[in-house]
């Protein structure tokens, strides 16, 4: 079936420190990968995806690749701000559903600390 | 910009109850969702819903759980007998062109059952 994993948190970091946070998955077909982010209060954005196999997707600073080898989808970040605490979400949505039902991790909380 | 929104943002209940969960949606979105996310686990998807028909459904949304619809702007989850483990984040999601890269979700309404 589809699943995804994620590295559990929570995750505390530094300002301007190096962020990971890892994904994996199982899928049964081809999927496409996402990224969502939940800032206290809101819902969950979308943050970047991929679609393909070898596609970086990018937004905010963050950088994720799709890797089939791996079967991996990890985030990453350069520098991290205190703006970027939230919980991340890693995602995968199956091309044989007919509206997009998406597939979530557990959620990662990050908090970067000035 | 527009938002999905979620009323009430909190919800207790004693179990057995029955309770209603409301969202609005974007104005212009034709697809609509409904996923939760019981403490510390993963947020799972419950339902899809266009054109005033269930789409896709998860193995969680059983005959205890009803989706409607009940005019132009509102979608609603109904749990009919509240059980305690129904305790749980629900989230509200809508898309224009029924995209798992275009769910707009809403901030979630805590439910819990004593």
């Known amino acids: 079936g589809n699943s995804v994993t994620q590295m559990e948190g929570p995750v505390t970091l530094s300002e301007e420190a190096f962020l990971t946070i890892n994904c994996t998955y199982t899928a049964t077909g081809y999927p496409s990968l996402f990224w969502y982010v939940q800032y206290p209060g809101e819902g969950l954005q979308l943050l970047l995806k991929a679609t393909k196999a070898d596609d970086k997707g990018s937004n905010k600073g963050f950088e994720a690749t799709y890797r089939k080898e791996t079967t991996s989808f990890h985030l990453e970040k350069g520098s991290v701000q205190v703006s970027d605490s939230a919980v991340y979400f890693c995602?995968?949505?199956?091309?044989?559903?007919?509206?997009?039902?998406?597939?979530f991790g557990r959620g990662t909380q990050l908090t970067v600390w000035p | 910009e527009p938002e999905v929104t979620q009323t009430p943002s909190h919800q207790v209940t004693q179990m057995g109850q029955e309770v209603i969960l409301r969202c609005v949606p974007i104005s212009n979105h034709l697809y609509f969702y409904w996923y939760r996310q019981i403490l510390g686990q993963k947020v799972e998807f419950l339902v899809s819903?266009?054109?005033?028909?269930?789409?896709?459904k998860s193995e969680i949304f059983d005959d205890q759980f009803s989706v409607e619809r009940p005019d132009g702007s509102n979608f609603t989850l109904k749990i009919r007998s509240t059980k305690l483990e129904d305790s749980a984040m629900y989230f509200c999601?809508?898309?224009?062109?029924?995209?798992?890269?275009?769910?707009?979700f809403g901030p979630g309404t805590r439910l819990t059952v004593l």
């Open positions: 819903f266009y054109n005033n028909e269930i789409s896709e």
């Open positions: 999601a809508s898309s224009e062109k029924g995209l798992a890269n275009e769910q707009f």
């Open positions: 995602a995968l949505s199956d091309r044989g559903s007919t509206l997009g039902r998406l597939y």
